[in-house]
């Protein structure tokens, strides 16, 4: 049994069909585009999108830096619903896709990390999904 975590919510609309964003949100070349916040990039990801598979990227500083690798591993997903990974760290996320009329809601809920403030987390992970969200909008746009 994990740690208990404070869980933090983001959730955007997007305007574009949910196989759409559905792919585009586990597609490793599309995940490389959006995945990041401002000060860091994703140089590479790879994607086993089922229970027991895991999701790996490499996440470096825009500028001069230190980078990370992030592993987690898939523990329940639901095609165009539900996907849930636990993290390294034993960190839980949840990532739902709503199809509504005007798009799809995408609702992230994540433990917090208890060495980054809440809002800073908050702000972090809204600022990737508006990323995801942006990424989308314009590809679709394109189409």
Same mark, same amino acid.
């Given at each position: 049994?994990?740690?208990?975590?404070?869980?933090?919510?983001?959730?955007? !609309?997007?305007?574009?069909?949910?196989?759409?964003?559905?792919?585009?949100?586990?597609?490793?070349? @599309?995940?490389?585009?959006?995945?990041?916040?401002? @000060?860091?990039?994703?140089?590479?990801?790879?994607?086993?999108?089922?229970?027991?598979?895991?999701?790996?990227?490499?996440?470096?500083?825009?500028?001069?830096?230190?980078?990370?690798?992030?592993?987690?591993?898939?523990?329940? !997903?639901?095609? !165009?619903?539900?996907?849930?990974?636990?993290?390294?760290?034993?960190?839980?996320?949840?990532?739902? +896709?709503?199809?509504? @009329?005007?798009?799809?809601?995408?609702?992230?809920? +994540?433990?917090?990390?208890?060495?980054?403030?809440?809002?800073?987390?908050?702000?972090?992970?809204?600022?990737? !999904?508006?990323? +995801?969200?942006?990424?989308?909008?314009?590809?679709?746009?394109?189409?």
């Amino acid at each position: 049994m994990g740690a208990l975590f404070m869980k933090i919510m983001t959730e955007a !609309l997007i305007a574009a069909p949910i196989e759409t964003v559905w792919r585009m949100f586990n597609d490793p070349a @599309d995940i490389v585009l959006w995945d990041a916040s401002n @000060d860091w990039r994703t140089t590479w990801a790879s994607n086993d999108l089922q229970v027991g598979g895991q999701l790996r990227l490499r996440i470096e500083a825009k500028h001069e830096g230190p980078g990370f690798d992030f592993t987690a591993t898939y523990t329940k !997903l639901e095609p !165009l619903r539900t996907i849930e990974w636990r993290t390294d760290d034993d960190r839980h996320v949840r990532v739902e +896709f709503a199809k509504t @009329d005007a798009g799809v809601i995408v609702r992230q809920l +994540f433990d917090a990390e208890p060495t980054l403030s809440v809002d800073e987390q908050r702000q972090d992970w809204q600022g990737v !999904l508006d990323n +995801f969200a942006r990424h989308v909008t314009a590809l679709v746009g394109r189409l």
